[in-house]
C-alpha cells in the first residue's frame, strides 16, 4: 500500500526548533516531488513547502521563508521538514504530502502529526 | 500570499447539484490549468477530488466535475450524498508556490 507516515511533532516553546519527519513506503519515492501541508486549529489548509524530485525545486510559503527547511533522503525514502523560530502561529497539524506529478495535485496525505508552540 | 477566495459555505438537499467557486488572479488560476480540489472530512486526511482544473483522479465518482472560467474555478458535485458533507479546499499553482483557499463547507440538508 502506499503510505506516508509523519513524526516529530510535539509541544516546543515559542523562538525552539523541530524537525519532522516522514517515512514514504509503497512507490518509489525518488520519483515523485513532495510537499508538507499544514492546518491550524480551527483553520483551513495551508501549503508550507515543495520539493521537487531530485531536489530540483524548493518552494515555501512566506510565513515560513528563512525559518523552515525542507529536505530529503531518497535512499531512505524519508521527506523532512526543519523548524526554526517557531511561533504561536505555527501550531497546527502538518502533513506531508505527495505530489501526484500532475499539476501540482497532492493525491497520496498522511495522517498528520501536531505541533503545538506554546509556553 | 493571499488566499484563494471560496464561499465559507454552501448546501443543499440529496440529489440535488451544488456549486463552489475558488476566485484568485491571473498570477495563479487565471494564468495555470493547475487547479485542484480537495475533499476533508473533520479528522481525516485530505482526498483529492479534481485536478488540472477538470480531471478526475481513479475511484473518484464521476458526480464531482471542475471547470474554469478566467480567474475562478469551479467544483460542482452533482446527485448529493449525506457522505459528500465535508470541507472543500481549491488550490492553484502560482508560481513557485501553491495557494489554497479559505475552504467551503458543504452541507447536505
Known amino acids: 500500500d502506499v503510505q506516508l507516515v509523519e513524526s516529530g511533532g510535539g509541544l516546543v516553546q515559542p523562538g525552539g526548533s523541530l524537525t519532522l519527519s516522514c517515512a514514504a513506503s509503497?512507490?518509489?519515492?525518488?520519483?515523485?516531488?513532495m510537499d508538507w501541508v499544514r492546518q491550524a486549529p480551527g483553520k483551513g489548509l495551508e501549503w508550507v513547502s515543495y520539493?521537487?524530485?531530485?531536489?530540483?525545486?524548493?518552494y515555501y510559503a512566506d510565513s515560513v521563508k528563512g525559518r523552515f527547511t525542507i529536505s530529503r533522503d531518497d535512499a531512505k525514502n524519508s521527506l523532512y521538514l526543519q523548524m526554526n523560530s517557531l511561533r504561536d502561529e505555527d501550531t497546527a497539524i502538518y502533513y506531508c504530502?505527495?505530489?501526484?506529478?500532475?499539476?501540482?495535485?497532492?493525491?497520496?496525505w498522511g495522517l498528520g502529526t501536531t505541533v503545538t508552540v506554546s509556553s | 500570499q493571499s488566499a484563494l477566495t471560496q464561499p465559507p459555505s454552501a448546501s443543499g438537499s440529496p440529489g440535488q447539484s451544488v456549486t463552489i467557486s475558488c476566485t484568485g488572479t491571473s498570477s495563479d488560476v487565471g494564468g495555470y490549468d493547475y487547479v485542484s480540489w480537495y475533499q476533508k472530512h473533520p479528522g481525516k486526511a485530505p482526498k483529492l477530488m479534481i485536478y488540472e482544473v477538470n480531471k478526475r483522479p481513479s475511484g473518484v465518482p464521476d458526480r464531482f466535475s471542475g471547470s474554469k472560467s478566467g480567474n475562478t474555478a469551479s467544483l460542482t458535485v452533482s446527485g448529493l450524498q449525506a457522505d459528500d458533507e465535508a470541507d472543500y479546499y481549491c488550490?492553484?499553482?502560482?508560481?513557485?508556490?501553491?495557494?489554497f483557499g479559505g475552504g467551503t463547507k458543504l452541507t447536505v440538508l
Open positions: 509503497g512507490f518509489s519515492f525518488r520519483s515523485y516531488n
Open positions: 488550490t492553484s499553482y502560482g508560481g513557485a508556490k501553491l495557494i
Open positions: 520539493l521537487g524530485h531530485g531536489s530540483r525545486a524548493i
Open positions: 504530502v505527495r505530489d501526484s506529478n500532475h499539476g501540482y495535485a497532492m493525491d497520496v
